[in-house]
């Protein structure tokens, strides 16, 4: 079993910034990688970014440039920096660690951005 918990979610004004973190129960090392979702209401999931083992990195289109994933192996976290923010950023963001096992996913944190 997995923990995987978020932090970091709130409301901003756009334009602005917001990091999130996602705490993991046991060594981030053991996870083949770790993705930032995001889901809309009314709309499906999707993937933000990822994160391999190897340290290699991907973003949705829609966030190239203005998001940014890394990884703070001693403290087993994976940290999404969100700048720039627009109001179709705003959605429930969740954590995913993808193990040999199967995937974990967290609760969920709400990012909101409005004036």
């Known amino acids: 079993q997995v923990q995987l918990v978020e932090s970091g979610g709130g409301l901003v004004q756009p334009g602005g910034s917001l990091r999130l973190s996602c705490a993991a129960s046991r060594s981030i090392f053991s996870m083949n990688y770790m993705d930032w979702y995001r889901q809309a209401p009314g709309k499906q999931r999707e993937l933000v970014a990822r994160?391999?083992?190897?340290?290699?990195?991907n973003y949705a289109d829609s966030v190239k440039g203005r998001f940014t994933i890394s990884r703070d192996n001693a403290k087993n976290t994976v940290n999404l920096q969100m700048n720039s923010l627009k109001p179709e950023d705003t959605a429930v963001y969740y954590c995913?660690?993808?193990?040999?096992?199967?995937?974990?996913w967290g609760q969920g944190t709400q990012v909101t951005v409005s004036s």
């Open positions: 994160i391999t083992r190897g340290g290699s990195t």
């Open positions: 995913r660690g993808q193990l040999n096992i199967g995937d974990y």
